[in-house]
């Protein structure tokens, strides 16, 4: 199990866990050709291996991948207020929010953050077991795209947006979404966001 502490954007204050970009993502994302996981500092070797590996220890031993998040979170020398769930990667299955939920429930003092395009299993759990389920400081934004990529988000999830260089793929950004400074050690504002509220990145 690796935990990233080395995030240039997140700072050194908030640690993040990794997956494999594309493989552990929708089949459909429209944003694989753009991917920002795909390049730069992520295609390191030992960042892909890495990445890879935590894939492999959930695919082996789901439990134990999910108690050493939860040792991590909850050791006493623990330092941290803050958690990002898959800089690079998406949620994998129902099960492994269900694990993320559980995180979450027993770590009340750290604010959980997870942008993702896998909004069928996010809307299926919530149409299960209720939104009120998802704890409080377990933020779930909805990862939304172009103008061409259709996201059915019933439960009104905060979004993200992307402003890309060419202006006409921008889908109707909405008016009040907070820009992206890049700095989240310094702004925090997506760990807080609440139902209905939107934030706007800049295409990397």
């Known amino acids: 199990m690796k935990i990233s502490l080395t995030n240039s ?7 993040s866990l990794n997956l494999p970009a594309i493989i552990t993502c929708r089949k459909d994302a429209p944003c694989k050709h753009l991917c920002y996981a795909c390049k730069g500092n992520f295609k390191y070797p030992n960042v892909t291996k890495s990445h890879l590996n935590n894939y492999q220890h959930f695919l082996n ?15 006493p020398l623990r330092i941290y207020s803050f958690f990002r769930w898959h800089a690079s990667g998406d949620i994998i299955s129902k099960e492994y929010f269900i694990n993320m939920i559980k995180i979450a429930d027993a770590c009340p003092d750290i604010k959980f953050l997870a942008f993702t395009k896998q909004f069928e299993i996010i809307n299926e759990y919530v149409k299960v077991f209720g939104i009120s389920t998802i704890p409080n400081n377990l933020h779930i934004v909805f990862s939304m795209w172009d103008k061409n990529f259709k996201v059915e988000n019933p439960y009104n ?28 050690w310094q702004c925090q504002s997506c760990w807080s966001l609440q139902q209905g509220q939107s934030v706007v990145f800049h295409q990397h």
Do not use: R
């Open 9 to 15: 954007k997140l700072g050194a204050l908030i640690p």
């Open 61 to 75: 031993n789901p439990e134990d991948f999910f108690n050493e998040i939860k040792e991590f979170l909850k050791s």
């Open 157 to 184: 999830f905060p979004t993200t947006w992307v402003d890309f260089k060419d202006k006409s793929q921008n889908p109707k950004i909405p008016e009040m979404a907070i820009p992206c400074i890049g700095k989240c």
